[in-house]
């Protein structure tokens, strides 16, 4: 059963798009459409927005686009993009951080650096967002996600809220085996008391060793096809 699209557009208005073509979603500006695309404002909104597709229709919720993949074919459903209101980076005590899943990777890692805290420094090598990152417990250079998490705040496609600590969370190398039906909000990470120009100089540092590695992968690549 799908929902009807003229009830959508007058309920949300401006933030559904019908037949809405995906392609400048994505970094690799490749893909086609989708029958419904929906930016939620608030949570408030989207939790209204849940309540009314439940069951309706098939939902996936679109990060960064760094790491998506997007076919040509229109997707038949609802794609949902987080707008700037989960954006937002905070202090919640001296060593713990609380950001938006639509925070950018980078971000956190300078809030971080500004507030003197180590340990999310590999996060300025890695593209994408906070929900992104969580997901597929993305890392490098011997840290990953799980290793600074406390807890996410989610929202399931039923429009329930819920907060999950990160010790209760499978977390596996570039996995995070978490449902597909749960939507992240927001999370809170533990650093510990560092100098930010210390912070500063060791992510100067990995960005380097970042920039060598993907000319050697170039390289590698340049390397097969010659053969190829």
């Known amino acids: 059963m799908n929902i009807s699209l003229n009830e959508l557009s007058s309920e949300f208005n401006n933030n559904i798009k019908i037949d809405y073509d995906l392609k ?4 690799f500006n490749i893909g086609g459409k989708t029958k419904i695309y929906y930016k939620a404002d608030n949570l408030k909104e989207l939790i209204k927005f849940l309540k009314k597709v439940e069951n309706k229709e098939k939902i996936f919720v679109l990060g960064g686009g ?7 074919k229109t997707y038949n459903g609802v794609v949902i993009k987080l707008s700037n209101n989960f ?6 005590s001296d060593d713990i951080i609380i950001a938006g899943s639509a925070v950018n990777d980078k971000s956190l890692a300078e809030f971080a650096m500004d507030n003197n805290l180590g340990g999310f420094e590999f996060l300025t090598c890695i593209p994408g967002t906070v929900g ?3 997901k597929m ?16 705040q989610t929202i399931n496609k ?3 809220v819920t907060t999950i600590p990160a010790k209760d969370i499978n977390f596996k190398y570039r996995d995070s085996r978490l449902s597909d039906d749960l939507i992240f909000l927001s999370a ?8 930010s120009n210390l912070v500063k100089n060791e992510m100067r540092e ?5 920039k060598i590695l993907n000319l050697q992968k170039l390289k590698l690549v340049e390397v097969l096809l010659k053969i190829l």
């Open 87 to 92: 954006n937002n980076i905070s202090l919640l």
């Open 188 to 195: 809170s990470f533990k650093g510990y008391k560092k100098n």
């Open 158 to 160: 039923s429009g329930q």
């Open 24 to 27: 400048k979603k994505n970094w």
């Open 206 to 210: 990995l960005k380097k060793k970042k």
């Open 66 to 72: 760094s790491n998506t993949l997007i076919t040509d």
């Open 132 to 134: 992104g990152g969580i």
């Open 137 to 152: 417990n993305a890392g490098c250079f011997g840290r990953e996600f799980k290793d600074i998490l406390v807890s996410i």
